[in-house]
């Protein structure tokens, strides 16, 4: 071999070496590989991220546009669905339309006098419920078969209209009736449900009271008079038919403030509601006498006749009804006395139409109560009408101590000192109220609280005993319970104080002291009203003045008058 052809081979040895240098070089290794794989992988989930996110613009925006390329929908009444269900009457743009029911619309929803969308193709698409809104009518009568209803318009005029299912069943459970108010729509003839009426609703309550007899105290005989004249035809109607004998209209409870006639009329409507038992209910609605009144003209008698409407319709099912007006004096005065106003001339012919009139009222008593008896028009208590008047007495001490003992019982914290002296917590108690009647009917100087001198020149004392009321007594108590408990607060040892005899005797001074300056004394008749007698005209009234010494009250340490001690209000 020459020497330049061993030059040769060894140049093409060291290029072969040299390209599979090169060769190993450029081949990644695994662990490239794997990162490579893994940079890929997360690129391509983002682009499928992307992607589905773009898909969704997309089809968003695709959904806004076919939204905005839809016609606009109009809307109309179902008057009927024709039978099969593919085809509905519709009012709609004032006019009466036969429309296609769209298939997939579901039909058992499309009930008469529900609001239906229409499509572009004038075809009901879907069911909307009810109108909301509209105008307002007054229920007259439902007419035969509950589907159709005469209404009274703003104007008085009646329209026949068709009952929706709303109302429907309403009427059905017997929660709407005359008088009350519903939502119609005139030009589709249906009316929709039934309205509130604010004004009258805020007038008066359904609920029956939770008043019993036993909460009232010293009224036997006046509890057994209307037990007698309300009660007793409900309970027992079929022996007032034998009898041939017709219920009361109405009652009259009259006599001072504050001596329970409400409480009674409340206890009523309770004991009926407890006697009619399963057998039915009752029904007491209770009249804000001074709310009726209205300045607009004719206000005042709609209301009331909106009241003895909706008594009629409760009552027609034989369920009783007390229709209750408290201050009666303050609505039905007599005629012509009104100085600045004369409601009273349609007020009170506008009642006595209710109670008597070509209506019937049967199932349904009026109570009414009054310290101002003789302000109410005389043709509302002839009989016929408020049939039973029954006066309700100032009580005497045997009342007083009745009506204690509804309010001092032996549950209460009692003096322990008391309790020990008498024996037990039941003697105690009865300590209590011979002590509180003692005081206030007590016949001395320190309980004389005004003398009446008479137009023939006799005088007569009035004691604080002959201003007694439930109330007062009621309130006496509050007050001892008072004193032991700010006494019980003041000793740091609650447990160790209760009501005393201490406490009776300053609640009663501390209760006939703030009665000295009460009532008014400009009209001298006024305080023979107020303690109940009647007879001779009153002249000169002289207010007694005594200077009690109390626990909670300052001594008055101003001079007293040397003449008197006494005030007088003369008649001029």
Not at 268 to 287: P, Q
Not at 443 to 450: A, I, T, Y
């Amino acid at each position: 071999m020459t020497r330049a052809s061993q030059q040769t081979s060894s140049h093409n040895t060291a290029s072969s070496t040299a390209r599979k240098s090169n060769n190993n070089d450029a081949t990644p290794s695994l662990k490239e590989l794997q990162l490579a794989n893994r940079t890929l992988g997360t690129r391509n989930a983002k682009l499928v991220e992307m992607l589905k996110a773009s898909r969704d613009k997309l089809d968003a925006l695709n959904e806004q546009i076919r939204a905005l390329s839809d016609p606009p929908s109009t809307y109309g009444t179902l008057l009927e669905l024709n039978p099969g269900g593919h085809s509905a009457e519709v009012f709609t743009s004032n006019r009466r339309m036969r429309l296609v029911v769209a298939p997939g619309v579901d039909t058992s929803q499309l009930t008469p006098g529900a609001l239906v969308r229409l499509g572009e193709g004038q075809e009901v698409v879907e069911h909307c419920g009810f109108s909301d809104f509209g105008d307002i009518a007054v229920v007259k009568e439902f007419l035969p078969g509950g589907s159709r209803v005469v209404v009274a318009d703003t104007m008085g005029d009646l329209r026949v209209l068709k009952i929706a299912a709303p109302l429907y069943e309403l009427w059905s459970q017997k929660n709407v009736g005359a008088g009350d108010q519903v939502l119609v729509d005139y030009r589709a003839g249906y009316a929709f449900e039934s309205i509130p009426k604010a004004d009258v609703e805020n007038l008066i309550l359904e609920e029956i009271p939770e008043v019993s007899y036993e909460d009232i105290g010293g009224l036997h005989n006046q509890i057994e008079m209307i037990h007698d004249a309300v009660e007793l035809p409900f309970t027992h109607p079929d022996l007032y038919r034998k009898f041939d004998l017709q219920p009361p209209k109405g009652v009259l409870l009259y006599g001072p403030p504050g001596c329970g006639k409400t409480l009674i009329a409340k206890a009523v409507a309770h004991s009926l509601a407890e006697k009619m038992g399963s057998g039915g209910e009752s029904y007491f609605l209770n009249i804000k006498g001074p709310e009726l009144l209205n300045k607009f003209v004719g206000e005042t008698e709609r209301q009331i006749r909106q009241i003895f409407d909706r008594a009629r319709s409760i009552a027609e099912d034989g369920r009783p009804v007390i229709v209750f007006f408290d201050e009666m004096d303050a609505i039905f005065r007599t005629r012509g006395s009104g100085i600045s106003s004369d409601l009273e001339n349609t007020v009170v012919p506008q009642l006595l139409s209710e109670i008597d009139g070509v209506e019937d009222l049967r199932n349904v008593i009026v109570i009414g109560a009054s310290n101002r008896e003789e302000m109410i028009d005389p043709a509302i208590l002839r009989p016929g009408r408020l049939d039973v008047k029954i006066r309700v007495e100032r009580p005497d001490e045997k009342s007083a101590r009745e009506i204690a003992e509804l309010y001092l019982v032996d549950t209460l914290p009692l003096d322990p000192d008391l309790v020990e002296d008498t024996g037990d917590r039941h003697a105690a108690v009865a300590a209590l109220i011979d002590e509180l009647s003692s005081r206030m009917y007590a016949q001395h100087s320190d309980n004389e609280f005004v003398e009446l001198t008479f137009v023939d020149g006799s005088r007569e004392v009035l004691y604080y005993r002959d201003f007694a009321s439930g109330a007062m007594i009621a309130n006496i108590v509050d007050r001892a319970k008072k004193n032991a408990l700010k006494r019980a607060l003041a000793s740091g040892q609650p447990d160790n104080h209760g009501v005393s005899l201490e406490d009776v005797r300053t609640a009663v001074d501390q209760e006939f002291t703030e009665n000295d300056d009460l009532p008014n004394t400009a009209n001298p008749d006024e305080w023979a009203r107020i303690s109940g007698r009647t007879g001779q005209r009153v002249t000169e009234v002289t207010v007694a003045h005594h200077n009690r010494k109390t626990t909670t009250e300052p001594e008055d340490t101003e001079p007293e008058d040397t003449d008197s001690g006494k005030g007088h209000t003369d008649a001029s």
